[in-house]
């Protein structure tokens, strides 16, 4: 008998170059887990099976950057929503579009298919969330309430609530057939990333970039349990099919947690950087991630990961809901009821306006005579859509799980690599020629192919940029002389480590300074010897401390701070840029109001010497406002989160114009 081969609980699956420029957003198909689309800067919309190397379909039509995706629970539909707030719905099966909705004034930043109608629910960049009528091509309601950007939306499983997560660091729970918001949960202390409804119970959970899951009980509008254990912002969760516990995918990394009570029941290591979106089939996780024009896809084997305090591993098929269990706690939640057949649209509480109930235009049609589906592989998409068929699947629903590689495979370094050394593999391509290039989706495209070096160089890398590790090698004269001499090696390896250390030196001697100068005195004497200094790095780290505290804002402080501010936007690391960011939000909603009030109100009778002091900050902070406002405006055409969060700074500052 052949001896059983050890294999990997964790592997990556595929590598793809899915767009001719960046990949802006992604989705799974949740029912099959092998669909994947991915939206680009090149306003295209990707359809890709996930082991295939392939594009099976590109949709055309939209005319900026794709911000975000969603396909609906058969994978018959996907809608795509834009930097521009124009959203587009397919069909996949017939191949071409079905409706073009208009009526957002910025980014899309979320979407969600009802479960069980015809209904598309959007949340933007100008905080309103709207359900549209895929069929009647319309807007039947919206909800105001969020004051900051929506960044995710669920329809629960009985297709009767909608859960919305926003920037402003509050989940809103609203109910679809009244019209009005049930419930706001405002524990978050950090702009929520993501919701995920229970399959079976009324339990809601959300993830936040406060670096913790809290999950919520939906009949008594309370905190079930609170996880605040992880060192890096939740991107996404997934319940498992049958509600035994909650995936959370984090930098690097898949958590399994169970919450009454709270508990992480396992930590599975996966090199996929900073995962997008995940999907469970056939027992087994599939998660993807993106770097730049890159799209990776992960498997992580179900059957070998601990679910519970008391199941077995591998007895239970994830891809097939079970009857509902016995929640892990005390009490007994509510089960969802679902409707057999498709729920009714969402009574209507109040008109909409003119614009949202108009009839479709003739410039709407033409906008939609302009959206194609290129078909690039019409065998894949015969195999994968199966147009006609009486009962459709897409894929299949008899598809086979991914094989695992055994533990001991040649190959498993680099497997190891994750997808953010993705540029480093297109870097090499225009000098040497590789066997076996990644294959590109047949789409046209002007863009250069490759960049020497990112225009933002990422906080979360594997290695400086710049360097290599061959740098630090002797170079190797032939073939046969592989081997280094330990001498050589550590003589080469050390090259400039003294310089690194000179470095490190000065800035812990600088951080130090900038210490004793806060144990002594005040905030703003501190940000002063730190300004002084001239060095953005000490700069960079007592603005990610003081903006923790926004009670150690002064007027004063904004004066001397926001020069600073300046230089951080223009940086080339995107650490720096998002510490200015963030110090910027926080000037613009703590003081903008109160520097333009000041600066309106009419001259005072007599001395007012304080007044007077007050006036001349305000005049500095608003000049040097006016100055970061075009950078502002010249940055918020770029796609992504710093795109997004570009935008979001200029609608603040539009005070300013």
């Not at 999907?279 to 519970?308: E, H, Y």
């Not at 505290?549 to 650490?575: F, G, H, N, R, T």
Request: aromatic content about 6%; some cysteine.
């Amino acid at each position: 008998m052949a001896e059983a081969v050890a294999t990997k609980t964790a592997w990556k699956l595929h590598e793809i170059t899915a767009h001719s420029s960046n990949v802006s957003s992604l989705v799974l198909g949740k029912t099959s887990g092998r669909l994947l689309a991915t939206g680009g800067d090149d306003c295209r919309v990707n359809i890709w099976s996930v082991n295939k190397p392939n594009c099976i379909m590109s949709l055309t039509g939209h005319t900026s950057p794709i911000e975000s995706l969603q396909v609906n629970t058969n994978e018959k539909l996907i809608v795509a929503g834009s930097q521009s707030g124009s959203i587009r719905v397919w069909d996949l099966e017939a191949a071409k579009i079905l409706r073009s909705l208009l009526g957002h004034k910025a980014n899309i930043c979320s979407l969600d298919f009802h479960p069980y109608g015809s209904i598309v629910a959007s949340g933007s960049l100008d905080t309103n969330i709207k359900l549209w009528d895929v069929r009647k091509k319309s807007c039947v309601f919206r909800y105001k309430g969020h004051t900051e950007a929506v960044r995710c939306l669920r329809f629960s499983p009985d297709g009767k609530w909608l859960a919305s997560a926003a920037d402003d660091h509050t989940v809103k729970l609203w109910d679809l057939v009244a019209g009005k918001l049930v419930f706001e949960f405002t524990e978050h202390t950090g702009p929520v990333n993501v919701v995920e409804f229970h399959p079976n119970e009324y339990l809601l959970a959300s993830g936040s970039s406060d670096r913790t899951v809290r999950f919520w009980d939906l009949e008594k509008f309370q905190v079930v349990s609170c996880i605040e254990e992880e060192a890096t912002p939740v991107r996404c969760v997934l319940f498992n099919p049958d509600g035994c516990c909650l995936y959370s995918g984090f930098q690097d990394s898949l958590r399994v947690y169970g919450w009454e009570p709270e508990r992480c029941f396992d930590v599975v290591l996966v090199n996929w950087g900073k995962v997008a979106d995940l999907s469970v089939r056939n027992n087994q996780l599939i998660g993807v991630s993106f770097a730049q024009s890159t799209v990776s896809s992960f498997v992580v084997d179900l059957s070998r990961v601990t679910k519970s305090d008391s199941v077995p591993h591998g007895l239970i098929r994830d891809d097939e809901p079970l009857v509902p269990p016995t929640p892990t706690g005390s009490s007994l939640r509510r089960i969802y009821d679902r409707p057999s057949t498709s729920c009714s649209k969402p009574q209507r509480v109040k008109h909409n306006s003119e614009s949202e109930r108009r009839s479709p235009s003739s410039e709407d049609d033409r906008d939609e005579k302009e959206s194609k589906a290129e078909i690039q592989n019409p065998e894949d998409y015969n195999e994968i859509f199966q147009p006609k068929n009486a009962i459709c699947r897409t894929p299949p629903r008899n598809s086979e799980p991914f094989p695992a590689p055994p533990e001991d495979e040649p190959i498993a370094a680099k497997e190891a690599v994750k997808p953010t050394r993705a540029p480093d593999v297109q870097m090499l391509l225009p000098k040497q020629e590789l066997p076996n290039p990644v294959q590109r989706p047949p789409i046209a495209s002007s863009a250069p192919l490759t960049r020497a070096e990112p225009l933002v160089i990422p906080a979360a890398r594997n290695e400086p940029i710049g360097l290599k590790a061959s740098d630090f090698l002797p170079a190797v004269k032939s073939q046969s002389q592989t081997e280094l001499v330990d001498e050589e090696a550590i003589s080469q390896i050390r090259k400039g480590h003294e310089t690194m250390c000179v470095v490190l030196t000065s800035r812990r001697k600088n951080l130090d300074t900038v210490q004793a100068v806060w144990s002594s005195s005040d905030v703003k004497n501190s940000v002063d010897s730190a300004v002084a200094i001239n060095d953005l790095s000490v700069v960079v780290d007592l603005l990610n401390i003081v903006n923790q505290k926004p009670s150690l804002w002064k007027l004063d402080l904004c004066a001397i701070v926001l020069p600073q501010v300046e230089k951080l936007l223009q940086s080339k690391y995107e650490s720096y840029v998002q510490t200015g960011c963030t110090s910027l939000k926080l000037i613009l909603q703590r003081f903008l109001p109160l520097i333009t009030d000041i600066l309106a109100a009419p001259p005072s009778v007599g001395v007012d010497i304080t007044r007077e002091e007050r006036l001349h900050k305000c005049k500095l902070c608003y000049k040097q406002l006016k100055n970061i406002n075009s950078i502002i405006k010249n940055k918020s055409g770029l796609s992504g989160r710093h795109g997004s969060t570009f935008r979001e700074l200029h609608l603040l500052m539009a005070v300013l114009e």
